[in-house]
């Protein structure tokens, strides 16, 4: 396979990536802006569920000490196309920049953790509709 496109797989993982951390943080602040405002949709029972999954699945991760498979993949790929890591675009860069901390690890235990709380809470908070029959 190319290395460029190789690099390409890579950075399509690394946006994926960020868009999935974005859904569960700002998923999270929407659900708490939309009790305020009104907003119907945060009250969606499938967004709420697919939200309250996606946190769970980076707790579970946090606790056992796996690292994200997206990471993995775009790693590997980098790795395979002999690319240095994230020596690549503005953009790349950036994107890496947002994603990944340099601390102990049980610091993102604890953040995923109250996070994941948090998340939880707000289904006791802000109620998902009823499910439809």
Same mark, same amino acid.
């Given at each position: 396979?190319?290395?460029?496109? &190789?690099?390409?797989?890579?950075?399509? &993982?690394?946006?994926?990536?960020?868009?999935?951390?974005?859904?569960?943080?700002?998923?999270?602040?929407?659900?708490?802006?939309?009790?305020?405002?009104?907003?119907?949709?945060?009250?969606?029972?499938?967004?709420?569920?697919?939200?309250?999954?996606?946190?769970?699945?980076?707790?579970? /991760?946090?606790?056992?000490?796996?690292?994200?498979?997206?990471?993995?993949?775009?790693?590997?790929?980098?790795? /395979?196309?002999?690319?240095?890591?994230?020596?690549?675009?503005?953009? /790349?860069?950036?994107?890496?920049?947002?994603?990944?901390?340099?601390?102990?690890?049980?610091?993102?235990?604890?953040?995923?953790?109250?996070?994941?709380?948090?998340?939880?809470?707000?289904?006791?908070?802000?109620?998902?509709?009823?499910?439809?029959?």
């Amino acid at each position: 396979m190319p290395l460029s496109l &190789l690099l390409l797989f890579a950075d399509i &993982l690394l946006i994926l990536h960020v868009l999935f951390v974005a859904f569960v943080v700002l998923g999270l602040f929407a659900v708490y802006t939309g009790y305020f405002l009104n907003w119907k949709w945060v009250r969606n029972r499938l967004f709420r569920i697919v939200h309250l999954c996606a946190i769970g699945y980076v707790v579970i /991760q946090a606790w056992l000490g796996v690292v994200c498979p997206l990471t993995v993949w775009e790693m590997a790929l980098r790795a /395979q196309a002999g690319a240095a890591t994230y020596s690549g675009s503005f953009i /790349q860069y950036w994107l890496h920049s947002l994603l990944y901390f340099t601390l102990p690890e049980w610091v993102f235990v604890v953040a995923y953790t109250l996070f994941g709380s948090l998340v939880l809470a707000s289904w006791f908070v802000v109620r998902p509709n009823a499910r439809s029959r």
